[in-house]
């Protein structure tokens, strides 16, 4: 039975940098990278073989097909990394009906379902890793929905990490602040957010997810200092203030 890694969203961004770091962290057999761009997840080098696998995670028929291969190959799961995702910043009646529900699709139907699917493969010493986000731990006007989804993908995470305890898997929420990826090219298109105050490499981000990864208690992690700084305010402020800040930083009030 060979050991293998599933990460989703592994064509850029955080996504292919897990993939690029997971076989020099974890002995692993192979790589099933999956994105919708083929020939990005094709280029991959990763120090093991990688299994392109190229779906479009909005379509569940596409986790039909993840779970279809699973039960032909019957591989050891060690590692679930679940980094799809995107957002949209923008007033809620400007974004599209169809990405305001994309975003609740992709983030956290598609995110649940994998987990789901991929766990009866998964033994003693797996672990599952979300790509949640600052923002799940405060409401962001402009970016609600996404915001929301990100809450979403903390919580789940880290309750089912407690449920997965007697069969010795671990979760881990990895929750990062602005980072420089492709990301913002889709989600602040319109550029709504003017003020990035701190930006992070993404092989910051998965460095210190790899050694929150290896920490027993650890279900979730914030990388960085600044990051950590505004979780701290807002478990210290009324949310009501940290909108009105975040309005005021991005020049919003004004709209």
């Known amino acids: 039975m060979k050991t293998i890694a599933i990460i989703t969203?592994?064509?850029?961004?955080?996504?292919?940098?897990?993939?690029?770091?997971?076989?020099?962290?974890?002995?692993?057999?192979?790589?099933?990278?999956?994105?919708?761009?083929?020939?990005?997840?094709?280029?991959?080098?990763?120090?093991?073989?990688?299994?392109?696998?190229?779906?479009?995670?909005?379509?569940?028929?596409?986790?039909d097909a993840l779970s279809a291969l699973l039960r032909e190959e019957k591989p050891n799961v060690?590692?679930?990394?679940?980094?799809?995702?995107?957002?949209?910043?923008?007033?809620?009646?400007?974004?599209?009906?169809?990405?305001?529900?994309?975003?609740?699709d992709l983030n956290c139907r598609a995110l649940t379902q994998i987990t789901y699917r991929v766990l009866p493969f998964m033994?003693?010493?797996?672990?599952?890793?979300?790509?949640?986000?600052?923002?799940?731990?405060?409401?962001?006007?402009?970016?609600?929905?996404?915001?929301?989804?990100?809450?979403?993908?903390?919580?789940?995470?880290?309750?089912?990490?407690?449920e997965l305890k007697s069969r010795k898997i671990k979760t881990l929420a990895v929750c990062p602040y602005w980072t420089k990826t492709a990301f913002f090219d889709r989600a602040n298109r319109q550029s709504v957010i003017t003020r990035f105050d701190c930006m992070y490499e993404p092989s910051f981000i998965i460095k210190k997810t790899f050694r929150a990864m290896k920490k027993k208690k650890k279900d979730f992690v914030v990388p960085g200092a600044v990051a950590k700084l505004t979780v701290f305010a807002t478990k210290l402020l009324p949310h009501k203030l940290?909108?009105?800040v975040f309005l005021r930083q991005q020049k919003l009030h004004k709209k």
């Open 242 to 244: 940290v909108m009105s």
């Open 123 to 162: 033994t003693e010493g797996g672990i599952v890793v979300n790509i949640a986000s600052v923002a799940a731990f405060q409401p962001v006007p402009y970016g609600n929905v996404y915001a929301a989804t990100k809450s979403y993908v903390l919580s789940f995470t880290r309750s089912l990490g407690r």
């Open 9 to 63: 969203g592994a064509s850029s961004g955080i996504g292919k940098e897990f993939a690029l770091r997971v076989a020099k962290e974890y002995q692993i057999d192979e790589i099933w990278a999956i994105a919708r761009g083929e020939d990005r997840l094709r280029a991959l080098q990763a120090g093991v073989p990688v299994k392109a696998i190229p779906l479009d995670l909005t379509a569940p028929a596409s986790v």
């Open 78 to 104: 060690k590692i679930l990394c679940n980094a799809s995702g995107y957002g949209k910043f923008e007033s809620f009646e400007n974004v599209s009906e169809e990405d305001n529900l994309g975003m609740l």
